[in-house]
């Protein structure tokens, strides 16, 4: 991508409205752009991220044999009154509307309920299961506080899979496969070593459900944790009955504050029940589907990574999330056509700075951007046959053979 030819611009001051790190670097750096609290518009650039995070993600769930599909975000109220949960009163972060033609519609906050009824179509026996389903999403919640950028949207982007079984064992299989992948996916993600599956409540026959919290000074979330992180639980769930079963006591325990990423929980017939969805065993006999869901917070984990690792310049991403890998400059007229070569073929992993601006302007930008690489080449640089690589995650400079930098990178 060549900054010359892109309509996104730097900005060197965030929107006055903007008092969320994450949103403020983003909107800065020309990622997101900010219609009103908790809504965005993502710009190439955060396409680019939101898109890495995705592929990840989807890489891993391929690898356990989940099925993509996309479902629509406008909710018939049949299924949801099943289950009891069209109500306003019982879930109040829905957001309504009406048909034309008479009759109330809701816009997605999350989707147990048509997976399952939709599902009633294609499940109906045994040999018919397990069945692993996945989905990325727009939700809508009308979320009462919406100050944090894009870690907490009105309009927000999940994944959210669902999980199809004749047995509760079978759902203790895959629920165990998940939470595997789910590390995997963090850990690609850049946040491994700061976000830990963490005890809450919201189990419905396990006692526990799991979210994956990652640590952050501004997450919404208190978490206590003991000293080797082996046991890390949600405030909700910080009782004495709680703390004696995973076998802490609350005087090792620190506290934390973390932004959850996701979680996964084991529903069994919490849903299938209610809807209906039911399937035929070997023996002929009718029984009830068990069920459980993963969700993963896609816009959410692009906010927490900026927010994670900026620092007093601008944005740094973590080598898979990047929207591109290097940041290329070229200084001079030798040096913008040697830089020309380079982008050559690389369009795909390169931004090009080919602007006409000084060189300061350059290095400031790639800075607040945060691509993981720099490469300068100017006609200093090519009097040593050389180009310049800085590392903008530990801000190390070294030199490259030209004929390296053509060859290796
Ligand atoms: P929270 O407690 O933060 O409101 P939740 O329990 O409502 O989250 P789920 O409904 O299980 O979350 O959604 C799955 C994932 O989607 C969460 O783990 C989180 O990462 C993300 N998520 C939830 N609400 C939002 C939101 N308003 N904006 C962005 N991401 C969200
Ligand atoms: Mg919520």
Known sequence: MRLSKTFIKTLREAPKDETAKNGALLTRAGYVHKEMAGIYDYLPLGLRVIDNIKNIIREELNKLGCEEVLMSALQN????????????ERVDIWFKTELSSGGELGLAPTHEEPMVNMLKSYISSYKDLPLYVYQFQTKFRNELRAKSGILRGREFLMKDLYSFHTSEEDLDRFYAEVEKAYEKIYARLGVGDCTYETFASGGIFSKYSHEFQTFLPVGEDTVYYNADKSVVLN???????????????????????????????????????????????????????????????????MGVIAEKFADEKGLVWPEEVAPFRYYLVGIGENGIAEAEKFYKGREDITLFDDRDKRPGE???????????????ISDKTLAENVAEVTDRRTGESWTVALDELFEKF
């Open 77 to 88: 109220p049949e299924p949801w009154e099943k289950s009891g949960r069209f109500s306003s």
């Open 235 to 301: 405030k909700e769930v910080l009782e004495p009955e709680v703390l004696e079963d995973l076998g802490v006591k609350r005087e090792e325990l620190s506290e934390a504050t973390a932004a959850e990423v996701g979680n996964i929980f084991k529903l069994k017939f919490k849903y299938s029940e209610p809807l209906g969805l039911k399937y035929i065993d070997e023996e002929n006999q009718q029984k009830i589907v068990y069920m459980g869901c993963y969700g993963i917070g896609v816009s959410r984990l």
């Open 362 to 376: 350059k290095f400031a930008d790639a800075d607040l951007m945060g691509m993981p690489l720099r490469l300068v």
